[in-house]
């Protein structure tokens, strides 16, 4: 089971030639990961502030494959592909309106302990629920 959600390219988010500026897709994937985590009913507070751990991005990627442009609308497929002990790693692929690839971006991201920043068992919660997605 995958999630799914969409963009649209803006103005200010392209380039001189009408192109996805490239840092751009690190923002519209985290826009998709948290469409993502509010489908599962996760409270953000809980992830936020939360005083036990935290969970910062160890990991981004992207690769592009096809221009995204200006004015147009793609959607973002996003699949859980590894869940570890105290990490697990996400890949949103971005599809044109035909359903071409145009790019892959992968984040992985390791819950800590707020003190001391080593790394802490996820919440059995969050688990329970990313392991529904998590890609065969």
Same mark, same amino acid.
């Given at each position: =089971?995958?999630? *799914?959600?969409?963009t649209?390219?803006?103005f200010h988010d392209?380039d #001189?030639?009408g192109?996805?500026?490239?840092?751009?897709?690190?923002?519209f994937?985290?826009?998709?990961f948290e469409?993502?985590?509010?489908?599962l009913?996760?409270?953000?507070?809980?992830w936020f502030?939360n005083d &036990? +751990?935290?969970? #910062? =991005?160890r *990991?981004a990627? &992207?690769e592009y494959?096809?221009?995204l442009?200006?004015?147009?609308t793609?959607?973002i497929? %996003?699949?859980?592909? +590894?869940?570890? @002990?105290?990490?697990?790693?996400l890949?949103y692929?971005f599809e044109?309106k035909?359903g071409k690839?145009c790019a %892959?971006?992968d @984040? @992985?991201? %390791?819950f %800590?302990?707020?003190?001391?920043l080593? #790394?802490?068992p996820? #919440?059995e919660?969050?688990r329970?629920k990313?392991?529904?997605?998590?890609? &065969?």
């Amino acid at each position: =089971m995958n999630f *799914k959600t969409s963009t649209k390219i803006r103005f200010h988010d392209a380039d #001189p030639a009408g192109i996805i500026f490239y840092a751009k897709v690190f923002e519209f994937a985290h826009n998709a990961f948290e469409d993502f985590f509010e489908s599962l009913g996760l409270d953000w507070k809980n992830w936020f502030q939360n005083d &036990a +751990h935290i969970a #910062p =991005m160890r *990991k981004a990627s &992207a690769e592009y494959t096809s221009p995204l442009h200006f004015g147009e609308t793609y959607t973002i497929e %996003v699949q859980v592909t +590894h869940i570890g @002990t105290s990490s697990f790693s996400l890949r949103y692929l971005f599809e044109d309106k035909t359903g071409k690839p145009c790019a %892959v971006v992968d @984040t @992985t991201h %390791v819950f %800590v302990e707020k003190k001391n920043l080593k #790394p802490t068992p996820m #919440p059995e919660d969050l688990r329970q629920k990313l392991s529904q997605y998590l890609a &065969a």
